[in-house]
C-alpha cells in the first residue's frame, strides 16, 4: 500500500513536501517514483529514485524537485520548490519506474495559483 499526503494550494514560487509511506513489501529493495497527471495530460513520470539511491528527473522538474527516500521509515518523498502554475496536478507515488509501475497510491493534490 502506498500513501501520499502533503499536497494543497501555493502561490507560485512556493514550495511543498510530499511524503509516500509504504507498507507490505520491503520498501529498500525497490524503485519509488512520482508521477503526475494534469487535467487533460496523462500520466507523466517526473522523478525516479532507484533501490540503490540513484535519482532521474524529467527535464521540467530538475533543478527545482528533489527526491529522496528513509528506508528506516518506508518512506519517500518529494521537495518540490519554485512551484510553478503548470505543476499543478495530481501526484502519485509509484512502486517501480517509468518503464513498471505496478502499484500507486491513491494520489494528493497540487494546485499552484495566484
Known amino acids: 500500500q502506498l500513501v501520499e499526503s502533503g499536497g494543497g494550494m501555493v502561490q507560485p514560487g512556493g514550495s511543498l513536501r510530499l511524503s509516500c509511506v509504504a507498507s507490505?513489501?520491503?520498501?529498500?529493495?525497490?524503485?519509488m517514483s512520482w508521477i503526475r497527471e494534469a487535467p487533460g495530460k496523462g500520466s507523466e513520470w517526473i522523478s525516479i529514485?532507484?533501490?540503490?539511491?540513484?535519482?532521474y528527473y524529467k527535464d521540467s522538474v530538475k533543478g527545482r524537485f528533489s527526491i529522496s527516500r528513509d528506508n528506516a521509515k518506508n518512506t519517500l518523498y518529494l521537495q518540490m520548490d519554485s512551484l510553478k502554475p503548470e505543476d499543478t496536478a495530481l501526484y502519485y507515488c509509484g512502486r517501480g519506474d517509468n518503464h513498471y509501475t505496478d502499484y500507486w497510491g491513491q494520489g494528493t493534490q497540487v494546485t499552484v495559483s495566484a
Open positions: 507490505g513489501f520491503t520498501f529498500s529493495d525497490h524503485d
Open positions: 529514485i532507484r533501490a540503490d539511491g540513484s535519482t
